[in-house]
């Protein structure tokens, strides 16, 4: 299924934004002495290390909201694997404004092709089991939608957006409401007939709790995997299961095993290293 990309409209704030912050009030100093605004040249984006890319259309308006001239030819696609010295895109055009642009194109390209390709790692990880990998709202602030999209570039799926399009019920509801029936009933009679109801437990008795309660799934948090395999047999298919908590590369397949049908998991998003990519020139004039 080919990944549905983000609009430029979308886009254009997030890197016009990227853009000011960089350049601040007197702009590219360095470039500005150094390079002719006639001269001209032709650069690769290339990868340093084996990933998986995402992020290209930010880079390309990176360079084209310098300079609407600036001729950026992608020679990869979000979502494809990528080896090291395999060359992603070509810019060309004025040396003096892909240089300006040349450190936000990176900025996005990198991290979100980081995201995507440890994304795709746990991907991996985790088959031949049914379990899909999420992300969570564990984002950069005014980056989630671009993150949740490199998370979808690296094969995984997003969990909710925000507060405002599921009811996840979490520790400090249960808390607040008196227990966990109290919560759901609650969360239940006030949402939006349509809306999913998600339940968030930490042990076999609060989900036994739940097991008669009119919700849509069931996040089995911090369970190591012999109890997921337990809450997944307890559950016997009555609602959707999420494992979240502790996920890495080396256990996510274990996790995986239990059945679970989706696993979370926030350092994808808020702590995934960079994919290193350079910008190399290849010829100026």
């Known amino acids: 299924m080919p990944l549905s990309s983000l609009t430029d409209s979308e886009l254009k704030p997030l890197v016009q934004k990227a853009l000011e912050e960089d350049l601040g009030t007197?702009?590219?100093?360095?470039?500005?002495?150094?390079?002719?605004?006639?001269?001209?040249?032709?650069?690769?984006m290339i990868a340093r290390k084996e990933g998986v890319v995402a992020g290209l259309d930010l880079a390309r308006l990176a360079f084209q909201l310098c300079n609407p001239d600036v001729?950026?030819?992608p020679l990869k696609a979000d979502?494809?694997?990528?080896?090291?010295?395999?060359?992603l895109a070509t810019v060309q055009g004025s040396?003096?404004?892909?240089?300006?642009?040349?450190?936000?194109?990176?900025?996005?390209?990198?991290?979100?092709?980081?995201?995507?390709?440890?994304?795709?790692?746990?991907?991996?990880?985790?088959?031949?089991?049914?379990?899909?990998?999420?992300?969570?709202?564990?984002?950069?602030?005014?980056?989630?939608?671009?993150?949740?999209?490199?998370?979808?570039?690296?094969?995984?799926?997003?969990?909710?957006?925000?507060?405002?399009?599921?009811?996840?019920?979490?520790?400090?509801?249960?808390?607040?409401?008196?227990?966990?029936?109290?919560?759901?009933?609650a969360a239940r009679a006030s949402a939006d007939p349509e809306m999913k109801i998600e339940l968030e437990v930490d042990s076999l008795d609060q989900l036994r709790e739940a097991l008669d309660l009119p919700i849509d799934a069931v996040l089995l948090d911090n369970m190591p995997p012999e109890q997921l395999r337990q809450a997944v047999t307890m559950i016997n298919g009555r609602f959707t299961t999420e494992a979240s908590g502790g996920v890495t590369l080396v256990n996510v397949q274990a996790i995986a095993a239990s059945g679970v049908d989706v696993i979370?998991?926030?350092?994808?998003?808020?702590?995934?290293?960079?994919?290193?990519?350079?910008?190399?020139l290849l010829e100026g004039k």
Not at 79 to 87: K, L, M, R
Not at 96 to 110: M, Y
Not at 141 to 152: D, N, Q, S, T
Request: glycine fraction near 8%.
């Open 71 to 73: 001729r950026f030819t």
């Open 26 to 44: 007197a702009g590219d100093v360095t470039t500005d002495a150094i390079v002719s605004k006639k001269h001209t040249c032709r650069a690769a």
């Open 79 to 87: 979502g494809d694997s990528v080896q090291p010295n395999d060359t």
């Open 95 to 185: 040396s003096h404004d892909i240089l300006k642009a040349e450190r936000t194109a990176l900025n996005f390209l990198c991290h979100l092709s980081g995201v995507a390709t440890e994304t795709h790692k746990l991907v991996e990880a985790a088959k031949p089991h049914k379990a899909r990998i999420s992300c969570t709202r564990k984002t950069t602030p005014g980056l989630r939608l671009i993150e949740k999209y490199a998370v979808r570039a690296g094969g995984g799926v997003n969990h909710r957006f925000g507060l405002h399009d599921m009811v996840l019920i979490k520790d400090n509801h249960v808390a607040i409401a008196g227990g966990v029936r109290p919560a759901v009933l």
């Open 264 to 280: 979370s998991v926030g350092w994808i998003t808020h702590s995934a290293p960079v994919l290193d990519i350079g910008l190399d």
